[in-house]
């Protein structure tokens, strides 16, 4: 198994520019998320999906959007990148189980840029 | 809600000497608790975790960590430290027995071994 794969793993964009992060995962994990890491501040969820077809937002989702369309990918898309979007960018995933997740499985990660 | 702190944003050691991340949670609800490890530009990996039962959990590597609920409190430990022990920890809660739960991490260890 691959585990959780992300594409790109590193992006230079301009400010106002759009791009698209790819996350694959061939666990067949019901739940999958998008965070970023910034210095100092841990992870912090940007959206969520508890399965193919629904999105949630979490605590930074601003400025972000995601759709979950096959049940191994979810996409996160930025529309008009600005500086404030430099960060790292995890995806991650796991599955359910008694009605409740447990741990999370992540991508080596995006590092993104915008200037 | 839950929320996790971690104490210490870095803690310096010296190689063969014991190590104690300190981790506290706030919940109104069972837990689940989680210590994850990011070495240097690579993605979280799961280190240990609590789930049920013995409140001492170990990692494969010598790690080990007890839950304390009276102190709500999830330390890590580890008795003698090696080089390759340096990285980042994250502790990292979510409530048990609840659908779509999501998992909160607090903001980050830095471990660094001297030699």
């Known amino acids: 198994n691959a585990g959780v794969t992300q594409t790109p793993k590193f992006r230079v964009l301009k400010t106002g520019q759009s791009m698209t992060l790819l996350c694959a995962q061939d666990m067949n994990h019901e739940y999958m998320y998008w965070y970023r890491q910034d210095p100092g501040m841990g992870l912090r969820l940007i959206h969520y999906s508890v399965g193919e077809g629904t999105t949630a937002k979490g605590e930074v989702p601003d400025g972000y959007n995601v759709s979950r369309l096959k049940k191994q990918n979810f996409l996160l898309g930025l529309e008009s990148a600005a500086p404030s979007q430099t960060s790292v960018y995890f995806c991650?995933?796991?599955?359910?189980?008694?009605?409740?997740?447990?741990?999370?499985?992540f991508g080596p990660g995006t590092r993104l840029t915008v200037t | 809600a839950q929320s996790v702190t971690q104490l210490d944003s870095q803690v310096p050691v010296f190689e063969e000497a014991p190590v104690e991340l300190r981790c506290n949670y706030s919940?109104?609800?069972?837990?689940?608790l989680f210590w994850y490890v990011q070495y240097p530009n690579q993605g979280l990996q799961l280190l240990l975790k609590y789930l049920s039962g013995s409140t001492l959990v170990k990692s494969i590597n010598g790690f080990e960590a007890e839950f304390n609920k009276s102190q709500t409190s999830f330390h890590l430990r580890k008795p003698s430290v090696h080089i390759s022990d340096t990285a980042e920890y994250f502790c990292?809660?979510?409530?048990?027995?609840?659908?779509?739960?999501?998992?909160?991490f607090g903001s980050g260890t830095r471990l660094s071994i001297r030699p």
């Open positions: 991650a995933s796991n599955y359910r189980y008694r009605g409740s997740s447990y741990e999370q499985y």
């Open positions: 990292a809660v979510s409530s048990a027995y609840s659908s779509a739960s999501k998992i909160i």
């Open positions: 919940s109104s609800v069972s837990v689940y």
